[in-house]
């Protein structure tokens, strides 16, 4: 029977745990989607017409959008230095918002305030850096349902923080800026040591398919329970202490995952925790660098050559028909009876450099769809405080909380789906 302290370090190196606590970060982690409800409360301090908060929906759009400096950061820096960067933009962009809508300090000029906000804003792209590459290289066969179910909890942190802030029934609005500076920071700041790649995973886990399934089923419950405190909330009308109430139950919601990084460490024992590569790596030698580099070549001709059918293979049977293909390319080879092609760069699938991504298709597809397709979406939520007062909603917060847990079911259901149609 194994020690508790080498089952605890396994805990800590377990690539679930890395992926609870990502999740945790990027449900409070997605400020810009608060935008709608804290406009307002900046354009009453501050006596703003709508053509000045448009401007600060601008400066935040550019926040939330510009990624690539924490991205190249993310090639040469640790990933809780990536963490740690993102909390010192938001606390200070968006607590010296804070510190000018209640008159703390003296008014500044409206350029000072889109600074500010940018600032702040660009946070979040760095805890979307540092989690995201961290979940996708534990990952490497999941992409598409960690980066949906990431994504997805990004999107719901609006509803989830406005759930938190009437929760702690704070005695004014401003207060709710105040809560966005405060309260990510210190999320990010208790678990940013744990965000990190915990090794190379290179093959499905047999455990990996249900603990998914948990981690989806905990996603639908979570945006079915807001979606009803919401309707309750607003068709009802409920008091202090059962709002309270309601939100300890959120809470609890969203730590439930850790049950699966729990149960994987204590109930299962080691022999799944153990990193496993898709196929064994090639001795190194000292003075070898072209034999590696051979090594190479024929291991990326396996995953070429390997028939369609060998994913769907119990592990032990896949293992062996991936070893023995291998071992007939490397007799193929050396004999001269196969050319191997040597890679012209990395392929679908492997780690890009910016530059190499540059020079990409599919990148610049992506590119132009997110340029051509978010800003409807985004104008939407930087002007939904002033769309519902408009229509006559005094509580903006409950539309801007419904379009967050709209947003998170897209985004979940569009990692699950997109990685199903691949498979």
């Given at each position: 029977m194994e020690q508790l302290p080498e089952k605890l370090k396994a805990f800590i190196k377990n690539r679930w745990l890395v992926f609870v606590c990502a999740m945790w970060i990027q449900s409070c982690a997605g400020v810009g989607y608060l935008f709608g409800s804290i406009s307002p409360v900046i354009k009453s301090a501050m006596g703003y017409n709508q053509r000045q908060i448009a401007i600060l929906?601008?400066?935040?759009?550019?926040?939330?959008?510009?990624?690539?400096?924490?991205?190249?950061?993310?090639?040469?820096?640790?990933?809780?230095?990536i963490l740690f960067i993102g909390v010192v933009q938001n606390f200070v962009g968006y607590g010296l918002v804070g510190l000018v809508i209640t008159n703390?300090?003296?008014?500044?000029?409206?350029?000072?305030?889109?600074?500010?906000?940018?600032?702040?804003?660009?946070?979040?792209?760095?805890?979307?850096?540092?989690?995201?590459?961290?979940?996708?290289?534990?990952?490497?066969?999941?992409?598409?349902?960690?980066?949906?179910?990431?994504?997805?909890?990004?999107?719901?942190?609006?509803?989830?923080?406005?759930?938190?802030?009437?929760m702690i029934n704070f005695p004014n609005e401003a207060a709710l800026v105040y809560m966005v500076a405060v309260g990510p920071s210190i999320v990010v700041l208790a678990l940013m040591f744990i965000i990190r790649p915990v090794g190379g995973h290179r093959q499905v886990r047999p455990s990996d398919g249900s603990s998914f399934m948990f981690t989806y089923s905990v996603c639908l419950v979570l945006a079915a329970y807001l979606l009803g405190v919401l309707m309750l909330e607003d068709l009802v009308g409920i008091n202090q202490t059962l709002i309270t109430l309601l939100g300890v139950f959120l809470i609890i919601l969203i730590l439930l995952p850790i049950i699966i990084p729990i149960l994987l460490v204590f109930?299962?024992?080691?022999?799944?925790?153990?990193?496993?590569?898709?196929?064994?790596?090639?001795?190194?030698?000292?003075?070898?660098?072209?034999?590696?580099?051979?090594?190479?070549?024929?291991?990326?001709?396996?995953?070429?050559?390997?028939?369609?059918?060998?994913?769907?293979?119990?592990?032990?049977?896949?293992?062996?028909?991936?070893?023995?293909?291998?071992?007939?390319?490397?007799?193929?080879?050396?004999?001269?009876?196969?050319?191997?092609?040597?890679k012209r760069g990395p392929r679908r699938g492997e780690d890009f450099t910016l530059f190499q991504a540059l020079m990409k298709a599919d990148f610049w597809l992506?590119?132009?769809?997110?340029?051509?397709?978010?800003?409807?979406?985004?104008?939407?939520?930087?002007?939904?405080?002033?769309?519902?007062?408009?229509?006559?909603?005094?509580?903006?917060?409950?539309?801007?909380?419904?379009?967050?847990?709209?947003?998170?079911?897209?985004?979940?259901?569009?990692?699950?789906?997109s990685e199903t149609i691949i498979r």
């Open positions: 929906g601008v400066a935040k759009d550019l926040g939330d959008s510009i990624g690539f400096v924490a991205g190249t950061l993310c090639e040469i820096l640790p990933m809780w230095v703390t300090l003296p008014d500044l000029p409206l350029w000072v305030l889109c600074v500010a906000i940018f600032v702040g804003t660009n946070g979040e792209t760095y805890y979307n850096t540092g989690t995201l590459v961290s979940c996708v290289q534990n990952f490497p066969r999941s992409r598409g349902p960690v980066v949906g179910i990431l994504k997805g909890f990004a999107g719901l942190s609006g509803a989830i923080l406005t759930q938190v802030y009437a109930a299962c024992g080691t022999s799944h925790l153990v990193d496993e590569n898709l196929l064994p790596e090639p001795e190194k030698q000292e003075g070898a660098s072209s034999d590696q580099d051979s090594n190479e070549v024929i291991l990326s001709e396996v995953e070429d050559e390997k028939p369609p059918e060998v994913d769907s293979l119990p592990e032990p049977e896949r293992r062996k028909r991936m070893q023995h293909l291998q071992a007939k390319l490397f007799q193929a080879a050396a004999e001269g009876a196969v050319q191997v092609k040597r992506m590119f132009l769809s997110l340029v051509l397709g978010a800003g409807s979406g985004l104008t939407v939520i930087d002007n939904l405080g002033q769309i519902c007062q408009s229509l006559g909603y005094n509580n903006t917060s409950i539309i801007v909380s419904m379009v967050s847990i709209f947003n998170f079911l897209g985004r979940v259901g569009g990692g699950y789906f």
